[in-house]
């Protein structure tokens, strides 16, 4: 499976920005990570097929969306309130694993990421 993101860009804090992650193919549930400069990947939130379930890191709890549109072989990240700690690379993922993860290594497939740059 391909993954192709998009959206990112240069906004200030508590502006708003819409992330888009087109499939090539059917997947079973995708995720979003991020990479800050000198940090490692981490975990931004991930839905099932379908969207009956969710996780979200908490340090996005309350300010970002992530769903589905299935036809479309299409996720997305709504991020509101953004802050200038969320500035990263975002990388959206795809796994053929039954169970929802938060884990890194549980996804094979990868996008090529989108920068996310926020301005105090």
């Known amino acids: 499976v391909q993954l192709q993101a998009s959206g990112g860009g240069l906004v200030q804090a508590g502006d708003s920005l819409r992330l888009s992650c087109a499939a090539s193919?059917?997947?079973?549930?995708m995720a979003w990570f991020r990479q800050a400069p000198g940090k490692e990947r981490e975990f931004v939130a991930a839905?099932?097929?379908?969207?009956?379930?969710?996780f979200y890191s908490d340090s996005v709890q309350g300010r970002f969306t992530m769903t589905t549109d299935n036809p479309k072989n299409t996720v997305y990240l709504q991020m509101n309130s953004l802050k200038p700690e969320d500035t990263a690379i975002y990388y959206c993922?795809?796994?053929?694993?039954?169970?929802?993860?938060?884990?890194?290594?549980?996804?094979?497939?990868w996008g090529q990421g989108t920068l996310v740059t926020v301005s105090s």
């Open positions: 839905i099932s097929s379908g969207g009956r379930t969710i």
């Open positions: 193919g059917r997947t079973i549930n």
């Open positions: 993922a795809a796994s053929t694993k039954v169970l929802l993860s938060r884990m890194v290594d549980d996804f094979e497939s």
